[in-house]
């Protein structure tokens, strides 16, 4: 757009009107690749209680200098209904400007109800909400350095990963509510199928009650039965899955395959010995052999050291892990994670 404007407007020295907040990062960029002399002017457009008839006026902020005679460049970050110009090009009306031009990075043509010409488009987009470089939600997202839909359907996965211990279900419990997410607990799952003695039950049992993982092959098989029992889903919490990197990628092609992904790896952290003394605690009430037993809880942290730490990476590479401070109240938990949640609502990663 910097060399498109240059090429029309190389004998001018043009006034670049940058319209803030959404614009700045447009503007950083479009400045260091325009070639010619220009100046730059920020402003952002306020209304305030008038005295005229229809109570509200809109005024330019922000603009220091006489526009008169020059040729001025407004540089917009999206256009969509064109309320926002038709106020900014009613106000530069009333100065005697040689000439004024539109520069927008983003146009939306479907909602565009303006006469107003746009000399200078970007990209021309569908009427979807986009965030990110520059561009914002509720405030948010304006650091992102690439662009994103907003994700409205709310349609989130999560992996709740961690140790034994560092509450993983207790917290899964809480998001499940509060998000309305379908959770899946695959030791939930073996332990309902053990006792009721099923033939899953019966293949998981002896690995379990030493501690071990089950194998892969039982485990995804038994994960995605789970998976396709919710069709309806707003999204998932796995939660004890995946554990290895076969089973990240088996979650992968089966979300794939229904053109949804983990949008987000969320470890909650505590150390060892931290999570023993929780795992000893809790073994004394639930009953479970694996919990009462110090020698098959180390057992069970070998195997994630071994197993599932290396999924860190995996998840790091694809941009999709987070790590939350696992110690304190379990209402202090809830929000940390609320806090990644709430974040992943405004990208569709
Ligand atoms: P949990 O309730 O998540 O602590 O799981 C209890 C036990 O169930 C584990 O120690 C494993 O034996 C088995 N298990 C649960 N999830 C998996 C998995 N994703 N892969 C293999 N084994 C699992």
Do not use: W
Not at 51 to 63: A, F, P, Y
Not at 233 to 250: E, L, S
Not at 314 to 336: A, H, L, M, Q
């Amino acid at each position: 757009m910097a060399s498109e404007i240059y090429s029309s407007l190389k004998d001018e020295n043009p006034v670049f009107v940058v319209v803030l907040n959404g614009a700045f990062v447009f503007a950083s960029d479009f400045a260091k690749n325009y070639p010619g002399n220009c100046e730059f002017e920020f402003v952002r457009l306020a209304s305030y209680e008038g005295t005229n008839s229809s109570g509200e006026v809109k005024q330019l902020l922000g603009l220091n200098k006489s526009l008169e005679e020059r040729t001025v460049v407004v540089l917009e970050d999206i256009i969509d209904t064109g309320n926002t110009l038709e106020e900014i090009t009613e106000i530069f009306s009333k100065e005697k400007i040689k000439q004024l031009y539109i520069a927008t990075l983003f146009f939306k043509p479907e909602v565009f109800k303006k006469e107003i010409k746009i000399d200078y488009i970007g990209l021309k987009i569908p009427n979807k909400f986009i965030v990110g470089y520059g561009l914002d939600y509720n405030g948010l997202g304006r650091n992102f350095s690439q662009v994103y839909e907003l994700n409205n359907n709310r349609m989130i996965n999560l992996v709740l990963f961690g140790k034994p211990g560092a509450g993983k279900g207790t917290q899964a419990n809480f998001l499940k509510e509060k998000y309305q997410l379908v959770h899946i607990s695959t030791g939930d799952v073996f332990r309902f199928n053990i006792k009721n003695e099923t033939e899953l039950g019966n293949l998981a049992k002896s690995y379990m009650d030493k501690g071990d993982l089950v194998p892969d092959e039982i485990t995804i098989n038994m994960l995605n039965a789970e998976v396709e029992k919710n069709p309806d889903a707003n999204g998932f919490i796995f939660d004890g899955f995946p554990r290895t990197t076969k089973q990240a990628k088996a979650l992968d092609d089966l979300l794939a395959s229904k053109n949804i992904a983990v949008n987000a790896t969320i470890a909650l952290e505590a150390n060892d010995e931290v999570l023993i003394e929780r795992l000893l605690e809790r073994g004394k009430s639930s009953g479970r052999s694996d919990d009462q037993d110090e020698g098959k809880i180390r057992n069970r942290f070998d195997e994630y050291n071994q197993k599932t730490a290396p999924l860190i990476d995996y998840y790091k590479n694809e941009e999709k892990f987070f790590s939350v401070d696992g110690i304190g109240s379990i209402e202090e938990i809830t929000e940390r994670l609320s806090d990644v949640i709430d974040g992943l609502m405004i990208s569709s990663k």
